[in-house]
């Protein structure tokens, strides 16, 4: 399994920037999809996530209502639309494949991690 993550870039504070994540060398309906962030000099964190069957998706408190986790399995493709974006939501962002169907928040029920994409916002 390949995940490629994409979709990063420089925002000023208060815009949107839309992660992708595709998937390669297996069928995306066979994971839990999670991403996870990971700025300097602190250690990686959970994001967001979303089952298996895309029903149901969870979300840190300091993301809710500002992003949204999608997935669109025919695409092989995991997705995270990032609005109202604040300084402090710079960092390299992961997405990350788990063999489990919840929407899971831990980094140890992933398997497979991709490269990482780098999201910047100024003040």
């Known amino acids: 399994v390949q995940l490629q993550a994409s979709g990063g870039g420089l925002v000023q504070a208060g815009g949107s920037l839309r992660l992708s994540c595709a998937l390669s060398?297996?069928?995306?309906?066979?994971?839990?999809m999670g991403w996870f962030r990971q700025a300097p000099g602190k250690e990686r964190e959970f994001v967001a996530a979303?089952?298996?069957?895309?029903?149901?998706?969870n979300y840190a408190d300091s993301v809710k209502g500002r992003f949204t986790v999608s997935r669109d399995n025919a695409k092989n493709a995991v997705y995270l639309q990032m609005n109202s974006l604040k300084p402090e939501d710079t960092a390299i962002y992961y997405c990350?494949?788990?063999?489990?169907?919840?929407?899971?928040?831990?980094?140890?029920?992933?398997?497979?991690w991709g490269q990482g994409t780098q999201v910047t916002v100024s003040s």
């Open positions: 060398g297996r069928t995306l309906s066979s994971y839990a």
């Open positions: 979303i089952s298996l069957s895309g029903a149901r998706t």
């Open positions: 990350a494949a788990g063999s489990i169907a919840a929407p899971m928040s831990q980094r140890t029920q992933y398997n497979y």
